[in-house]
């Protein structure tokens, strides 16, 4: 049995006059992602490896998490292909990675939503930012994975929690 996570990243800040890819965590997006790390480390939901889009705000949102559980930073990989990434790009994504049980992917809307709805069969109107979509799977290897075929296990948004 393998769990997927999807994260959204956390709240970007729209302060700075850079390009999209580069654009930080905002002050609430700061706040969310310590807020999700805890709720997470209190149910010991706890990821082994961790795919990030290259994108600032979804590298900073995986650091962040990562600090907050107690993962070492070097389970982070980095992955260009997750930038605003479309469902079928992300699935590819997920196949490819090493083996673990708990698999985490950091990236962005409305590619996140899409696959959460098509890996699961469920439906969410929206992943809000920093909101954390656990998938599992009855698979022996990523490769495996597949839409339609997952069982969503939990759902959590910073202001549901």
Known sequence: MKTLFLVRHAKSSWTFDIDDHDRPLGKRGRKDVFKMGN????????????????????????????DT???????????EKLYHADPANILNVIRQSKSCERLAV????????????????????NIPTCGVVGIKFDINDWSEVSFGKGN?????????I
């Open 152 to 160: 969503l296990a939990f759902a959590y948004f910073p202001k549901t």
């Open 39 to 66: 709720y997470l480390l209190d149910r010991q939901v706890v990821p082994e490896l961790c795919i990030t889009s290259t994108a600032s705000r979804a590298l900073y949102t995986a650091l962040h998490l990562c």
């Open 106 to 125: 950091f990236g962005h809307n409305p590619g996140f939503t899409s696959a959460a709805n098509a890996l699961c069969n469920h439906h969410f109107d």
């Open 69 to 79: 559980l107690k993962i070492d930073e070097n389970c982070i990989e980095l992955e």
